[in-house]
């Protein structure tokens, strides 16, 4: 059972995205529908389920973990558990352990938790902030306040975390703002990840409108900043370059144009106990009805183990005039 996960086509299988909520006190375009019913409290799994699983998938190899929601740190408790999978981190070689835990956020909470971040061994968060300008963030996000994420930020970088900002690209909505996130991320000393929108659940948004393919974005980039392709990853999906007037790093995360599934290392874990073994894809395994049924660990383990064995070769996301095809699921309960 501590052979290494590898699916079908032979990936190694050692990222994990578990999302603890479906639950966001923000309502982005591209995420969430304005009015979203969340899933009753009984269906979503308990901190500790949530963190036998992870062992689960610790002692089958996983190294990178990934904690996500909706807003992970709505999540009562979030930093107990975070400090659990903290204990994971520093292991002796040849045990197993885990090289990283980070975070995904709005910023919305990130003042108040910065420092437990830090203190459980969190090293990174990535923070999404779409736009610098305060009722543009407030369109966007339907509920949020730009003051409160900017202070996240720098609470972040105070604390010595890593801070990437992640900004979804959008025509017609924040394509004029792409310049300036740049330079703004180089004065705060930020990474900056640009990512296409996906079709992925009914955001009560056409999305047809917004799609912006990142490749455009370059080249209109490639006019002021100058753009080198380096071979640095974080182990997600996103391609990164340095720019050289800033200093920091430029990555692309581009599911439409350019999908990066030939490399895919990642599994998704939602709140309610189901594995995704792809983003883009509806196939599933339910572990939530294994671990309430009380199987022992090794069982899980093997459960775990089948599911791998159907992860596909990739995701065919497709948005043009004349057809969308996505899933029907919100990214908030998928698993970030």
Not at 51 to 70: D, H, N, Y
Not at 116 to 133: E, F, M, Q, Y
Not at 176 to 200: F, N, R, S
């Amino acid at each position: 059972m501590n052979a290494p996960l590898i699916d079908p086509f032979g990936r190694h299988v050692s990222y994990l995205r578990v999302s603890v909520t479906d639950r966001c006190d923000m309502r982005c375009v591209y995420c969430m529908a304005e009015d979203m019913v969340f899933l009753p409290k009984p269906e979503v799994l308990t901190l500790e389920e949530l963190s036998r699983l992870c062992g689960a998938f610790i002692k089958l190899g996983t190294r990178r973990m990934r904690v996500t929601g909706g807003e992970p740190l709505v999540r009562r408790g979030i930093e107990d558990f975070l400090h659990e999978l903290g204990s994971w981190l520093g292991r002796p070689d040849g045990q197993p352990g885990l090289d990283e835990v980070t975070i995904t956020t709005n910023g919305s909470q990130l003042q108040r938790f910065a420092s437990i971040l830090r203190k459980a061994g969190v090293t990174r968060v990535n923070v999404s902030l779409d736009t610098l300008d305060a009722d543009r963030f407030r369109a966007i996000t339907r509920l949020g306040r730009l003051e409160r994420t900017l202070e996240g930020i720098e609470a972040a970088r105070s604390e010595g975390l890593g801070v990437r900002v992640n900004m979804v690209a959008m025509r017609d909505t924040n394509e004029d703002e792409i310049d300036a996130m740049v330079a703004w991320c180089g004065q705060v000393g930020a990474d900056l990840c640009l990512i296409e929108t996906m079709p992925m659940g009914d955001t009560g948004e056409d999305r047809t409108d917004r799609y912006l393919p990142l490749s455009l974005v370059r080249a209109r980039l490639e006019r002021r900043w100058t753009l080198q392709d380096i071979p640095y990853r974080t182990g997600g999906p996103a391609r990164y370059v340095h720019v050289a007037e800033t200093g920091r790093r430029l990555g692309f995360i581009t599911p439409m144009t350019h999908n990066f599934c030939e490399s895919c290392n990642r599994v998704r874990l939602s709140c309610t106990g189901t594995l995704y073994m792809c983003l883009g894809q509806d196939d599933a395994a339910d572990l939530r009805r294994p671990l309430r049924a009380g199987v022992s660990d090794l069982e899980l383990m093997g459960e775990i183990r089948e599911a791998i064995t159907r992860k596909p070769k990739g995701h065919d996301f497709l948005i043009d005039r004349e057809n969308t095809k996505g899933v029907a699921r919100h990214m908030s309960t998928t698993g970030g």
